[in-house]
């Protein structure tokens, strides 16, 4: 009965008490990241606000908007439409195969007319919901047992499949590896993790070897030599790392950079735009955008911690390991530390199906932090 209460009380909250509640040094710490990201868009178009940094602006402020409007939502709310959204997302997977739009090779695109959609971004937000609504509902042994494990892995490997098949590396790797740290964060047994981590390394030589597309294989390849072919496959990383080291200790200043300005660098907007930040702002504006990074991160893992219901811890943490992935994984990419993958940097690359996956994620961890004290019921129902 107690329960209910304290959920009945939460739902009943002025809204002008939720508001209060709203982590505000996250939503600052989100717009300095954004606007990192309309400067860099500005300079690279050679202080141009088009045809992307006006755009990367008005997008992230009318996301802002509905994020706030989303955290506000009752956290039974995103709990009962957790499996709903994960079928909506495998569904549009699905829809990819069929109605798919291809773009530069890869069909992961969905027309919706005045935009396109890429349902991979979405699952990973879906994935994040759905496990966290099903470890909710299990004991914390349970939770720790091998028996228990075989649907998340179902739910883990469909979406992940999908999206190899589009073809997108990249994007099924943070899928995974988003869907595996769900899975030890709620506590499974490290005998499990082992023979997990020994049949993942078969699985992945034997999918290294067997299953990559030549173009993958092609990235592999380069990554270990990219002097090999300095003018067609290794051109993109090479001339990455000629920005950066370029950029030095203090950078080449604002509007300054060369590489991104004569269109030495490939993808400056999207994959290799702490590149074009490097060449500008040198190794000081690159650490300082690491540390807001850290912050962000540093400030949602709090927020999970606060919850007194796993879901609420689960689904934050998982937003911020998809989050913190994005991160690892670009800067890594453009720093020729693994090969190029195609994973932008979220809230400074140019992108709205990112920025959206990116803004309802920290939604949900608002959620959670204004909704922190509801007992939540065990949610072993459909939606409840």
Same mark, same amino acid.
């Not at 300079?43 to 990367?56: L, Y």
């Not at 969905?110 to 919901?129: C, I, N």
């Not at 981590?197 to 992945?204: K, R």
């Not at 811890?313 to 670009?330: I, M, P, Q």
């Given at each position: 009965?107690?329960?209910?209460?304290?959920?009945?009380?939460?739902? =009943?909250?002025?809204?002008?008490?939720?508001?209060?509640?709203?982590?505000?040094? /996250?939503?600052?710490?989100?717009?300095?990241?954004? &606007?990192?990201?309309?400067?860099?868009?500005?300079?690279?178009?050679?202080?141009?606000?088009?045809?992307?940094?006006?755009?990367?602006?008005?997008?992230?402020?009318?996301?802002?908007?509905?994020?706030?409007?989303?955290? /506000?939502?009752?956290?039974?709310?995103?709990?009962?439409?957790?499996?709903?959204?994960? =079928?909506?997302? %495998?569904?549009?997977?699905?829809?990819?195969?069929?109605?798919?739009?291809?773009? &530069?090779?890869?069909?992961?695109?969905?027309?919706?007319?005045?935009?396109?959609?890429?349902?991979?971004?979405?699952?990973?937000?879906?994935?994040?919901?759905?496990?966290?609504?099903?470890?909710?509902?299990?004991?914390?042994?349970?939770?720790?047992?091998?028996?228990?494990?075989?649907?998340?892995?179902? &739910?883990?490997?469909?979406?992940?499949?999908?999206?190899?098949?589009?073809?997108?590396?990249?994007?099924?790797? %943070?899928?995974?590896?988003?869907?595996?740290?769900?899975?030890?964060?709620?506590?499974?047994?490290?005998?499990?993790?082992?023979?997990?981590?020994?049949?993942?390394?078969?699985?992945?030589?034997?999918?290294?070897?067997?299953?990559?597309?030549?173009?993958?294989?092609?990235?592999?390849?380069?990554?270990?030599?990219?002097?090999?072919?300095? /003018?067609?496959?290794?051109?993109? =990383?090479?001339?990455?790392? +000629?920005?950066?080291?370029?950029?030095?200790?203090?950078?080449?200043?604002?509007?300054?950079?060369?590489?991104?300005?004569?269109?030495?660098?490939?993808?400056?907007?999207?994959?290799?735009?702490?590149?074009?930040?490097?060449?500008?702002?040198?190794?000081?504006?690159? /650490?300082?955008?690491?540390?807001?990074?850290?912050?962000?991160? %540093?400030?949602?893992? &709090? +927020?999970?911690?606060?919850?007194?219901?796993?879901?609420?811890?689960?689904?934050?943490?998982?937003?911020?390991?998809?989050?913190?992935?994005?991160?690892?994984?670009?800067?890594?990419?453009?720093?020729?530390? +693994?090969?190029?993958?195609?994973?932008?940097?979220?809230?400074?690359?140019?992108?709205?199906?990112?920025?959206?996956?990116?803004?309802?994620?920290?939604?949900?961890?608002?959620?959670?932090?204004?909704?922190?004290?509801?007992?939540?019921?065990?949610?072993?129902?459909?939606?409840?």
């Amino acid at each position: 009965m107690n329960e209910f209460r304290v959920a009945s009380l939460e739902r =009943i909250l002025p809204l002008g008490t939720k508001i209060l509640r709203i982590n505000w040094l /996250l939503v600052v710490l989100l717009c300095l990241a954004a &606007m990192i990201g309309v400067a860099v868009l500005y300079s690279i178009a050679n202080g141009s606000w088009t045809p992307r940094a006006a755009q990367h602006g008005v997008r992230f402020g009318v996301l802002l908007l509905v994020m706030l409007a989303l955290a /506000l939502v009752d956290i039974r709310w995103w709990m009962a439409l957790a499996y709903p959204t994960y =079928i909506v997302a %495998l569904l549009l997977l699905v829809g990819v195969e069929v109605f798919g739009v291809k773009v &530069m090779g890869a069909q992961r695109w969905l027309d919706l007319g005045p935009v396109r959609l890429q349902p991979a971004e979405l699952m990973k937000l879906a994935l994040v919901l759905a496990l966290a609504r099903y470890y909710h509902s299990l004991a914390v042994d349970r939770a720790t047992s091998l028996r228990h494990i075989a649907l998340p892995a179902i &739910m883990i490997a469909a979406p992940v499949l999908l999206i190899l098949h589009q073809p997108d590396l990249g994007t099924a790797m %943070l899928v995974g590896a988003t869907g595996a740290a769900m899975v030890f964060l709620a506590g499974l047994s490290w005998r499990i993790i082992v023979i997990g981590a020994i049949t993942g390394l078969v699985g992945g030589v034997t999918f290294l070897i067997f299953g990559l597309h030549d173009y993958q294989r092609a990235r592999i390849e380069t990554f270990l030599n990219p002097e090999r072919d300095p /003018l067609g496959a290794g051109y993109h =990383i090479l001339q990455s790392k +000629i920005a950066l080291g370029s950029g030095g200790l203090v950078g080449k200043g604002f509007l300054g950079g060369t590489q991104s300005h004569l269109n030495f660098l490939p993808e400056k907007q999207t994959d290799f735009v702490f590149t074009a930040l490097g060449e500008e702002f040198g190794f000081i504006g690159t /650490l300082s955008v690491l540390v807001l990074y850290v912050l962000i991160l %540093l400030t949602g893992m &709090m +927020i999970a911690g606060q919850s007194r219901h796993s879901f609420g811890r689960l689904a934050a943490a998982g937003v911020c390991v998809t989050f913190s992935l994005y991160v690892l994984v670009n800067i890594s990419m453009v720093m020729g530390l +693994i090969p190029v993958v195609g994973v932008p940097l979220p809230l400074i690359s140019y992108g709205g199906t990112v920025m959206l996956t990116v803004m309802t994620g920290f939604a949900l961890v608002m959620a959670v932090h204004i909704h922190r004290n509801v007992d939540l019921p065990s949610g072993r129902g459909f939606f409840l």
